[in-house]
């Protein structure tokens, strides 16, 4: 006969999974930029994406690709509404005619300012310390993963 914990032992809880702990944390996150992101009129890939840009402006798309995880056929959609927003806009760069540089028009670069107004720091209910570790673990979560699928590849 088993007993109750080599039961539960066997039959994991859902709670139990870290990587449901990651994707319901995402989902919270989600409902809780809802009102900043439906204020800027964006959602939360394009709101980052702008992000990145306000971090380093006239990006290829490729490295661009690359900070936000994002594959190019997923990245362009993003783009090419962001562009008709009029909060970017993409060229051929002239030294390169593959790539395509992206850039913030005036309207993405005063976008920052009513953004960085919003804040999400205190729903998170963690202090200065707290918030800056979590990030940090969550990162090396996140590099140890790319690692281990890039190495079974």
């Known amino acids: 006969m088993k007993t109750t914990a080599k039961a539960e032992d066997t039959n994991p809880k859902l709670a139990d999974f870290l990587c449901f702990a990651v994707y319901s944390a995402n989902l919270a996150f989600g409902k ?3 009102p900043i992101l439906e204020e800027l009129g964006l959602t939360y890939t394009q709101y980052i994406t702008v992000i990145a840009l306000w971090e380093e402006d006239n990006q290829t798309v490729s490295s661009l690709g690359e900070k936000l995880f994002l594959e190019s056929n997923t990245l362009t959609p993003i783009l090419k509404k962001l562009e008709a927003m009029g909060y970017l806009e993409r060229q051929r760069d002239p030294e390169d005619e593959r790539q ?3 850039s913030l ?3 993405g670069r005063k976008l920052r300012e009513k953004a960085f107004g ?10 200065a310390d707290e918030f800056a570790k979590m990030q940090k673990g969550i990162v090396t979560l996140r590099n140890n993963l790319i690692k281990a699928v890039s190495e079974q590849e």
């Open 32 to 34: 809780a930029y809802k």
């Open 100 to 102: 395509v540089r992206v």
């Open 105 to 107: 028009t005036k309207a």
């Open 118 to 127: 919003m804040d999400l720091v205190e729903a998170c209910g963690l202090g």
